[in-house]
């Protein structure tokens, strides 16, 4: 999987480091988008620095705890985001498997924690393991009671590994032969989400009988959870996110109109309301979290 392009951000070095992404090798790389490790041992963080903050995304994931726990915080208020003073609900099961996500989620952490979450594009999990992504829409759950039990076995040597390398080696010695014997026959790009869409609506339009765009998006949203419309959106704000990032980097100013169209929104408040939609937060609120603040660790691993 390409790497996303290097660049730097005027961070608060007060930050601790962010944690680690483990890109896939290249034999996987249509099946998994990456594995994010975050450890907070040792670090001297306050409640409010151990808030975690994710987009809605249309990645399916599996997460592992080896050190503390992580609790869902639920917004007071519909639509809005979670604050520190909303409901904690713990995290059920030792591993937790989360499907779609259409909205933004936010997590606390109540000591320090040491964790791993493993990203799967969704129709290859589906290909992987006979689930069906739509059925998780919006949920984290225990992982044992969805997971077949070879799965299971492979998620206990994660956890007894003694370094994240050896569990990163673990997971993707167990995916390889399994994805290699299901993969489909039409390659997949995984670069970003735009890449991956464009083939995924590419693959369904020859899989199977009917190739009506009824039944290619029903196709799409079979392997994926979610409507081939809200994946285009979600890429969509992915490239926007990264094309303003470069932009603050090489020029040291960001023009939010010039983003918006160039990435095909109708104008500057459209793409304002949709990174509310997926981020919680709008484009120039996001960017400054991203400098500033440890709850957006996630989005500066992926930077």
């Known amino acids: 999987m390409a790497t996303p392009k290097t660049i730097a951000l005027d961070f608060d070095p007060a930050l601790i480091p962010s944690g680690t992404l483990w890109l896939p090798r290249a034999s996987l790389s249509a099946c998994l988008r990456g594995v994010m490790v975050r450890s907070t041992v040792g670090a001297p963080l306050s409640d409010a620095q151990r808030l975690n903050h994710f987009p809605a995304t249309p990645l399916c ?22 604050q520190l003073t909303d409901t904690r609900r713990p995290l059920a099961g030792r591993w937790v498997f989360g499907g779609p996500f259409t909205r933004p989620t936010s997590s606390w952490c109540p000591g320090p924690v040491h964790g791993m979450m493993v990203m799967f594009l969704p129709d290859a ?4 393991t006979g689930l069906e992504p739509a ?13 077949p039990p070879d799965w299971l076995a492979m998620c206990e040597q994660v956890q007894d590994a003694p370094d994240d390398a050896q569990r990163v ?23 970003r989400y735009g890449d991956w869409v464009t083939h995924l609506s590419q693959r369904a339009a020859v899989s199977g009988p009917g190739r009506s ?4 998006e029903r ?5 994926t959870g979610l409507p ?30 010039d983003i918006a169209a160039d990435n ?12 509310r939609r997926i981020t919680g937060f709008s484009p120039e609120a996001l960017l400054a979290g991203i400098e500033k603040e440890e709850a957006f660790w996630a989005y500066r691993i992926w930077m």
């Open 61 to 82: 994931s599996l997460s592992w705890w080896f050190t503390g726990c992580s609790h869902m915080l639920e917004p007071s208020r519909p639509g809005g985001m979670a």
């Open 125 to 128: 999990l589906h290909a992987l």
């Open 135 to 147: 059925r998780f829409t919006d949920q984290l759950v225990d992982a044992a009671g969805v997971l």
């Open 169 to 191: 080696d673990l997971l993707e010695d167990f995916l390889e032969p399994r994805w290699q014997a299901c993969r489909p026959g039409l390659p997949l790009q995984a670069h």
């Open 213 to 216: 765009l009824r039944q290619l």
């Open 219 to 223: 196709r799409v949203k079979r392997w």
């Open 228 to 257: 081939l419309r809200e994946l285009r959106g979600m890429a969509r704000s992915e490239q926007a996110f990264f094309d303003a990032v470069t932009a603050q980097v090489e020029t040291g100013s960001i023009r939010w109109a």
């Open 264 to 275: 095909g929104y109708a104008d500057q408040s459209h793409l304002c309301r949709m990174s």
